[in-house]
């Protein structure tokens, strides 16, 4: 059962993270210097790298000490914790599924992948780049997912979003080629097209397809069979 607003007891933690938010917002900004304002941009951004992985670690604490409750309480091991993600997501202010996801990321951080973790606490990447990589590594065993941990570490300061995804997606690969090969083939098992409206009486077509397919559909202009051709209006003066 999910919990309402007056269930969450105070603690010393709650209250020195709400002190701080406090202070933020009463902050002056005006009077400060470009190289000030700089500098608290970078110590903010820090700070938010610092309570993403404290959230990790409260997450899977929460988790596993309702597990833990529930099973003593003679819940069945299958359905302790299941309201975990509700309870996650209320005080997140975020959908169920999303905490769900994050939570999954959270656990993977701090049992499979302690390197990445500690990328995270000392603040060399963020909150989502750590989930990027926890994302492209769920695929693998415990094992595999380590040494992708112990090879991606080194790596990973400095990095990019974009440049942390590939690194991770091309361990994975070296790790366990049989198994990407495997999942490339279920993904393309799993296309579809899909549409959905826009405004001005529009509607958008999407279609998960090989990446081949829509390549040659671009080169080639090839068209749907009772798609007529575009018209081309006048232009506005």
Known sequence: MGRTDQAYAASPLADAIASFRTALAGADLTALADDERLSALRELELATRSAAAV????QVDFRDSQVAGQVRD??????AGASVADDLAAVRMTSPAMASRE????RALSTEMP???TALQEGRISGFQARVVTEATVCLSTTDRGEVDTRLAPLLTGASTKE?????RGLVYEVDPAGFVRRARRAAAD????IRPVPDVM???SARRPRP???TRRCTGTRWPDEPAVTRGPWPS
């Open 203 to 205: 509607a958008l077509l």
């Open 55 to 58: 959230s990790v670690r409260l």
């Open 213 to 215: 397919w829509p390549a």
């Open 74 to 79: 003679g819940v069945a091991r299958s359905r």
């Open 164 to 168: 942390i995804g590939a690194l991770t």
């Open 115 to 117: 390197r990445t973790f």
């Open 191 to 194: 296309r579809g097209v899909s």
């Open 103 to 106: 939570l999954t990321s959270a």
